[in-house]
């Protein structure tokens, strides 16, 4: 039996969010994301492509390109809300379904041909979102994840694409080798550079010579050129890490504004363990100067999820890699190498007091929220919270940089 892949993907689904919230930005050009010039492009509207913008541009060469466009800072809380209601519709109505992002969605409906027909069931499955939650939506359907998410940017604005079984090649052939995924903008200058432009000449050339080029990437290129994908529908993905970082607006040398948004994080993410019940044995600080060096150190520490073991060692880490000489543009942590479990008590070291210290105050931020107890050197570093569990199976929310 051939498989039956189907990919949704909200249009515009930050765009499309404030324009349903305020209905007087609908037509408008609409830039999302960081309202600063070192603020990076979420999303834009379809009103501001012709200017040449896309996702993940600088916000400050978006609005040189169209200075009439508005620029709305994103919000995570409210994004994450209706992607969640979306979620619901789509977890109730299909049997397996993969959210690759927040605002994208892979659905597996083999067999469904038998009883109902899968393009009917996806065209009603898309006309109950709209209906439900007045977000466009947009889907493919094919054999596999690859060629069905391509259809989906075909079908593109808010419509619809089946690709029969046997037409993939013929589908993929004329189109652009940007729109392979994995295709980014150094592969695609390498393939320019080899007068490759179509996705057809790729399908007339031997695996071998993509191999000699990329790589084991050429490989899978060919094999996504080639509409052939095995990739399966993954319900459930568990996180290996779990990381935070902060881009100033201005570069800066305080140590103890960087010392406090360090032990800001790590509480946070300490926190996060904690509620998802894992602790970590590997430590991470990066740091990005103002000429955008950026250089990382890491530890091997015992398993653990407890702040007063993970703040010294970081702040450990942060005077090993800093340097005072340079302004520091960016600063973020990771915890990696993560497992299930709960912290075990330090004979020696551990009070009582200290562990229901913590269990009252995770009981409050369970309740309240994260940003609701925090330390009193934490108290000027702004944002540094999450609107969700990240280790409730559903991929992390990429937004542009929030800034400090």
Not at 8 to 21: A, I, K, N
Not at 65 to 70: G, Q, T, V
Not at 237 to 249: G, N, P, V, Y
């Amino acid at each position: 039996m051939n498989k039956t892949i189907l990919h949704l993907d909200l249009d515009t689904f930050f765009v499309s969010v404030e324009r349903l919230l305020n209905k007087e930005l609908r037509n408008k050009p609409l830039l999302v994301g960081g309202i600063t010039d070192r603020g990076v492009v979420a999303a834009c509207s379809y009103e501001t492509r012709g200017y040449g913008i896309h996702s993940g541009m600088p916000m400050k060469m978006a609005k040189e390109l169209c200075p009439e466009a508005k620029v709305i800072k994103g919000n995570a809380g409210t994004y994450s809300k209706h992607s969640d209601v979306v979620t619901e519709i789509i977890k109730e109505s299909v049997p397996i379904f993969e959210k690759s992002s927040i605002d994208e969605f892979y659905a597996d409906l083999s067999g469904m041909d038998r009883f109902f027909g899968s393009y009917k069931y996806a065209t009603e499955l898309r006309q109950r979102i709209i209906r439900e939650t007045g977000l466009p939506i947009s889907f493919g359907l094919s054999i596999n994840k690859v060629v069905s998410k391509v259809a989906t940017d075909e079908a593109k604005p808010n419509n619809q694409l089946k690709i029969d079984f046997g037409l993939e090649k013929p589908f993929l052939a004329p189109l652009s080798v940007k729109k392979i995924p994995m295709v980014g903008d150094k592969t695609y200058q390498t393939l320019r550079n080899l007068g490759i432009r179509q996705i057809e000449t790729i399908q007339k050339m031997p695996v071998e010579i993509m191999q000699r080029v990329l790589g084991a990437n050429g490989t899978v290129i060919w094999k996504r050129a080639n509409g052939m994908d095995n990739t399966p529908v993954v319900p459930f993905c568990d996180r290996k890490s779990i990381s935070t970082e902060r881009t100033f607006d201005r570069d800066t040398i305080d140590v103890l504004r960087l010392k406090g948004i360090l032990m800001a994080m790590t509480e946070n993410l300490a926190y996060q363990l904690r509620r998802g019940n894992k602790l970590t044995a590997c430590i991470t600080v990066k740091i990005r100067y103002s000429d955008f060096n950026t250089y990382s150190k890491q530890m091997r520490i015992p398993y653990t999820s407890a702040d007063h073991i993970l703040i010294p060692k970081i702040l450990e880490l942060f005077r090993m890699l800093y340097s005072k000489r340079m302004l520091v543009r960016l600063i973020g942590i990771r915890f990696s190498h993560l497992v299930s479990g709960n912290y075990q008590i330090n004979l020696f070291e551990d009070t009582e007091e200290a562990l229901n210290l913590y269990q009252a105050m995770d009981h409050v931020r369970n309740r309240f929220g994260d940003r609701c107890v925090f330390r009193a050197s934490a108290m000027g570093a702004k944002t540094i919270g999450r609107m969700h569990n990240p280790f409730n199976g559903q991929p992390p929310i990429v937004l542009a940089h929030r800034k400090q």
